[in-house]
């Protein structure tokens, strides 16, 4: 059972533009939630996170958003560059942080 | 920043044999270690969680005695793959938490396991 999903496979954003990724999850009882980027053959790396308590964070070109009544968390990046190109996997914890819950990730490509 | 490191990247095998891969925290120690395996196109999937010092955690579904996990020390865990068999073939990563560091977890870069 997936408590954390991210439908849409696949991105296609031209340079510049914002990407936009997307995440659901189910269990209310999730705390705290991370985006973590990947490139291939390498292990995911954290880029950032939200805690409930919270519906925003910003960090550079990164936002996320959290909307917890529709159980909802988005990633915004603005501007987008080539370099942002990788799967993006959105993962979510209880607020023991003993197990964190991941999304199939979304892979981004932006164009030049 | 932290640096997780796994080692062998890559390793391929015959059915029937055990394959042992390393995870290390290279600048940080690690009271939990954790591991999980993926499926092409698929989710990370946590296999068990290794506490330093004590036995691990398994999810279920996941058999504890073909995937052995020892977290002898603070820095070091490792998965074994006992008597494994092409269906064990999947990218296994390991990942670590600092001591004190609860909200979040460093990645190793994965192993690549191919069982002929």
């Known amino acids: 059972d997936q408590q954390v999903k991210q439908n849409s496979p696949s991105l296609s954003v031209q340079e510049g533009r914002i990407s936009i990724l997307n995440c659901d999850y189910t269990n209310s009882m999730f705390d705290y939630f991370l985006w973590y980027k990947k490139y291939p053959a390498e292990g995911p790396t954290f880029l950032i996170s939200?805690?409930?308590?919270?519906d925003k964070n910003e960090d550079g070109r990164f936002t996320v958003f959290l909307n917890k009544s529709a159980k909802h968390l988005s990633l915004h990046i603005v501007p987008s560059q080539p370099g942002d190109s990788a799967v993006y996997f959105c993962a979510a914890s209880e607020y023991n942080f003993n197990k964190f819950y991941f999304g199939s990730g979304t892979k981004l490509n932006v164009k030049p | 920043g932290a640096v997780v490191s796994q080692h062998p990247s890559r390793v391929i095998c015959k059915s029937g044999t055990s394959v042992k891969i390393e995870c290390r925290s290279l600048?940080?120690?690690?009271?939990?270690m954790f591991w999980y395996r993926q499926f092409p196109k698929q989710s990370l999937m946590l296999m068990a969680t290794?506490?330093?010092?004590?036995?691990?955690?398994?999810e279920q579904g996941v058999e504890k005695d073909k995937f052995l996990i020892n977290h002898a020390s603070l820095t070091l865990s490792t998965l074994t793959v006992t008597s494994a068999h092409p269906e064990d073939s999947s990218f296994y990563i390991c990942s670590a938490r600092p001591a004190g560091g609860a909200d979040t977890q460093y990645f190793g870069p994965g192993t690549r396991l191919t069982v002929l």
């Open positions: 939200i805690s409930s308590i919270k």
């Open positions: 290794s506490n330093e010092g004590s036995k691990a955690t398994y």
């Open positions: 600048d940080f120690q690690a009271t939990t």
